[in-house]
């Protein structure tokens, strides 16, 4: 019996790789249907894969979907986990966690009080350069980690789009990017004790918007920088994540890619000593965030990553934005 799911909104790009997670493996799971309030949006969706369209929220809620998956825009989200968690549906929940830190962490408590999981899209998690990197960091191979840095540029052919999507957040161009890497930084060095943001509006006429941002985390044994910009000319193969420590360095990039440069100053796990550029191979029943999602589901396995962990990556992303009032919208929308 494959694991069925429906999307709540299916505004954002990352509704594909779930799709075709669905249409792969067809035995695991079957995508029944989308909802989405925006009749652009489910036209557009509806073409790319003709899949049956919900005409409102009550008919996902009501159908036999296992599991929701949010996918509309970010100031939509918590809104549609918490109408999914009440109706007794576990959630998917795109990144980032919403635009109200409150509302989260009461959307986090009904999930635990209905006994529903509510997990976080953060699609890298289980990519299998970065899931090498957290294991050789957990397994202490790399020593103490000193310094992350995380660089996710966007190119500045989509810096329009961008300034429209993206201009209702503080942080802006970082609230919609940052996320992603500050989840893996806080797997690997845990909640910093200090933010520092840094974030400029460099680029075209306007400049009403954060379009190029450095922001400084300090832990108690290191440090992090993680840094993005909306103005690159091509962006995909400079994307990067640098881990740094006492007993070896890793390096990842493309982000995405399986490309994973080691040093270690000691043979270890397998590894020799030195510098070693790898790709990182993958099996067909590697971990993804709907076989996470199912698995936990069926109490098959407790969560890779709990409620507290996607609350600290939360707060952690506001505070790199400069926001100090719990809420990330500073337009109206």
């Known amino acids: 019996m494959p694991f069925k799911f429906a999307f709540l909104g299916c505004w954002h790009s990352h509704t ?184 400029g509006k460099h680029y075209g006429q306007l400049r009403q918007h954060a379009d190029n941002a450095v922001v400084a985390h300090e832990f108690e044994n290191g440090l992090a920088t993680i840094d993005t910009a909306s103005m690159h000319i091509e962006s995909g193969k400079t994307r990067r994540i640098e881990v740094y420590g006492t007993e070896g360095t890793a390096i990842h990039t493309p982000i995405g890619s399986r490309n994973l440069s080691l040093c270690l100053e000691s043979a270890a796990l397998d590894y020799p000593q030195g510098w070693q550029d790898l790709e990182i191979s993958v099996t067909d029943d590697d971990p993804t965030l709907l076989r996470e999602l199912a698995a936990c589901v069926d109490n098959r396995k407790a969560p890779d990553y709990l409620l507290e962990h996607d609350l600290i990556v939360q707060e952690t992303l506001f505070a790199g934005c400069g926001i100090s009032n719990n809420q990330a919208l500073k337009l109206e929308v």
């Open 16 to 199: 594909s790789m779930h799709v075709r997670e669905s249409i792969a493996n067809p035995d695991d799971f079957q995508l029944i249907g989308i909802y989405d309030h925006d009749p652009a949006v489910v036209a557009k969706r509806k073409d790319q894969w003709g899949i049956p369209v919900f005409p409102s929220v009550e008919a996902v809620l009501s159908s036999d979907a296992d599991a929701v998956v949010v996918e509309g825009r970010i100031f939509e989200n918590l809104d549609y986990a918490e109408q999914a968690l009440k109706a007794g549906k576990h959630v998917l929940l795109e990144k980032p966690a919403g635009v109200d830190l409150k509302h989260l962490k009461r959307v986090q408590s009904l999930s635990i009080e209905n006994g529903l999981c509510l997990q976080m899209a953060y699609m890298w998690r289980y990519n299998p350069a970065i899931r090498e990197i957290i294991r050789l960091t957990k397994a202490g191979t790399l020593g103490e980690i000193f310094y992350y840095r995380g660089h996710i540029p966007k190119p500045k052919s989509w810096h329009k789009e961008l300034e429209t999507e993206i201009k209702y957040y503080h942080g802006s161009v970082y609230y919609e990017m940052g996320g992603h890497l500050v989840d893996l930084m806080v797997i690997l060095m845990g909640k910093p004790k200090r933010v520092q943001p840094m974030l």
